[in-house]
């Protein structure tokens, strides 16, 4: 019922929010993980509204789920065999309020454009709590650079930049990588912008250190995360040392989480592919990680193969009939979903609740699905969610676009201690955002309003555009 004191005309925060995300569901249908993005920031921001009418006065919520620009493009290419493939490449570019457009680039069969857009619209909040001027963009293409060649792979990333490099510039839109796009990716699309536009600029971010690219921004989000996992436990006057930690995924962010939690005593004991779970029980050491890292960089292999390497591993399939994920359910202290979005459902949440769990850092983006994240919060476990956990990768790519525009390289431990004040930066913005608004410990919501602030005031300051 509308309360006494608002005319009719106008509708309460909650109701206000309602329309909207009725509104964005009817003009984005079968796009699910960005309605359920838009649905966890707009959760938060109920308590914003109720303090600031003048975001609801200026129709903030419609504009702000409303992409800036979006482009989708035809990617045609060769094989190795002279067959001619066709894949769908995008660029969505988000909101440009406090930046240039920032954000990875993602080639994975998987993709489409209602993922695009949800990536896109995290990475508004996520690069406004890096403290750093960023808008927010993401792209990518339904590629998948398993099992093709590298000159495959290179044919595909220059026909890719062939359109891209008319929407994008290093004042513009920058992107980087994100899953299936690493440094090999990044120098072929580089390559070819160069080519094309006759200009060395840091168009992207995650080049090769000989070329622009700045130290530290591999290991950066993996780092990052754990940094954020740091301060959560500190806040509760608790360290790293000795938990027991599981990593899913076995690519760019797990590979850096788990040689960071080495490096603060913990002990992580998973981790995985698409095809299945590795758990460890000796612990993921630093020589077991090289191997890791061998087998996934160079090799291009599958995790299975660690289990054949070190004998006292378990490797357990992936099996489609299963209705939750076995690494979910390890007996453990602190979770780094690492892989995907909706990688913890509900029963995952459950068993990580019921075996002890009592840290979920999130390195991949949205991995809980809404469900999840509820259990987490209800049972007050400490929860860090990816746009504030995972936010030191774009972070560095920040401090890299620094480093182009003034033609200077900073050294590892420079960037390093960059990375670091950020993230503590990002849990002090969180963790007192949570408690202004009046649910302290709640760092999904100091996330979202922390997040959502700085933009929505840089886009009031700037007008109707
Ligand atoms: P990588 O491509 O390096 O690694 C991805 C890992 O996750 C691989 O082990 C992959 O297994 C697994 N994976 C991917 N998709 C699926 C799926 N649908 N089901 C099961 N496993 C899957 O990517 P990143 O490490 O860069 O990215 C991982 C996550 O972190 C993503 O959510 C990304 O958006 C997020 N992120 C990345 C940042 C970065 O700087 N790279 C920054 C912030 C967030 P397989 O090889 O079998 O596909």
């Known amino acids: 019922m509308t309360s006494v004191m608002t005319p009719p005309s106008v509708k309460t925060p909650a109701d206000y929010i309602e329309s909207v995300m009725v509104s964005v569901k009817a003009k984005n249908p079968a796009e699910p993980e960005f309605h359920q993005a838009v649905q966890e920031v707009f959760e938060s921001l109920r308590l914003v509204l109720a303090k600031h009418p003048e975001y609801q006065s200026s129709k903030l919520l419609e504009r702000i789920v409303e992409p800036e620009r979006v482009l989708m493009f035809r990617v045609p290419w060769f094989d190795d065999q002279g067959n001619i493939q066709i894949n769908r490449g995008f660029r969505i570019e988000m909101n440009s309020a406090i930046g ?44 998948d650079p398993k099992g093709k060649s590298d000159n495959e792979v290179m044919r595909f990333c220059q026909s890719f930049m062939t359109e891209l490099q008319r929407h994008i510039g290093p004042d513009t839109d920058v992107p980087a990588g994100d899953i299936g796009v690493g440094g090999r ?20 971010t995650g080049k090769g250190l000989g070329w622009g690219g700045s130290l530290i921004r591999p290991e950066a ?23 027991i930690c599981l990593v899913s995924g076995s690519g760019n962010v797990s590979q850096y989480t788990i040689e960071k939690l080495l490096d603060f005593g913990a002990k992580p004991v998973a981790v995985s592919d698409s095809n299945g779970v590795i758990y460890d029980p000796d612990g993921i050491d630093r020589d077991k990680l090289a191997f890791v890292m061998e087998l996934k960089n160079v090799k291009r292999g599958r995790i299975r193969d660690y289990a054949d390497k070190f004998k006292k591993a378990i490797f357990m399939p992936t099996d489609v009939k299963l209705d939750h994920n076995p690494l979910w359910n390890v007996k453990a202290d602190c979770a780094f979903p690492s892989a995907t979005q909706n990688e913890i459902t509900a029963k995952d949440a459950a068993n990580l609740l019921k075996n002890g769990v009592k840290l979920v850092a999130e390195g991949a983006n949205m991995p809980s699905t809404l469900e999840a994240t509820k259990m987490f919060l209800d049972a007050k476990i400490l929860y ?19 480093q182009n525009s003034a033609r200077l390289s900073w050294t590892r431990e420079e960037v390093d201690d960059r990375l670091h004040k950020i993230m503590i930066a990002i849990h002090q913005n969180c963790y007192e955002t949570a408690e202004k608004y009046g649910t302290p ?25």
């Open 221 to 243: 989000t993996g780092y990052g995360c754990v940094y954020f996992a740091n301060e959560m436990l500190k806040s509760k006057k608790q360290t790293l040392e000795g938990k």
């Open 441 to 465: 410990g709640n760092l999904v919501n100091g996330a979202n309003i922390g997040g959502f602030l700085k933009v929505a005031n840089a886009m009031l300051d700037q007008g109707l555009v």
């Open 100 to 143: 240039p457009y920032k954000g990875g680039l993602r080639f994975h069969p998987s993709v489409n454009l209602g993922i695009l857009k949800f990536l896109a619209f995290e990475q508004v909040f996520k690069n406004s709590l890096t403290t750093l001027p960023m808008g927010g963009g993401k792209g990518g293409s339904d590629f």
């Open 185 to 204: 990716e990044i120098g072929y699309l580089f390559g070819q912008y160069k080519r094309l536009r006759n200009e060395f600029t840091g168009v992207l």
């Open 384 to 402: 860090g969610p990816a746009k504030a956990a995972n936010a030191g990768g774009v972070a560095t790519s920040g401090l890299e676009m620094a």
